[in-house]
């Protein structure tokens, strides 16, 4: 069994910054990738960003590039978001998910609790 734990979500103006954290533990080795998904109210889960665990190699959706930073401490078993010059339109609750990899949500067998990240204007 593995389980996440996301944390540092919270409130921020338009223009700022938050980093999302999230432990992993457990069993583990079956994980190829970590993701972080995002979902905003009345819409669906939308994939943001992924990161291969051994090789550290990374990949984003097309509104995340230039402004999102994910990252993976193997030491600690964290994986981070840093979200940066942050808009309205990502406010979202911000899961992390555990899986083979990919941009769809079919491709990660298990996911955190979420965390929110609201984005005021």
């Known amino acids: 069994q593995v389980q996440l734990v996301e944390s540092g979500g919270g409130l921020v103006q338009a223009g700022g910054s938050l980093r999302l954290s999230c432990v992993v533990s457990g069993r583990t080795f079956s994980s190829n990738a970590m993701a972080w998904f995002r979902q905003a109210a009345g819409k669906e889960r939308e994939f943001v960003s992924g990161i291969f665990w051994r090789s550290g190699n990374t990949y984003y959706a097309d509104g995340a590039k230039g402004r999102f930073t994910i990252s993976r401490d193997s030491a600690k078993n964290t994986v981070y978001l840093q979200m940066d010059s942050l808009k309205p339109e990502d406010t979202a609750v911000y899961y992390c998910?555990?899986?083979?990899?990919?941009?769809?949500?079919?491709?990660?067998?298990?996911w955190g609790q979420g965390t929110r990240v609201t984005v005021s204007s």
């Open positions: 998910a555990a899986g083979k990899g990919g941009t769809l949500s079919r491709g990660y067998d298990y």
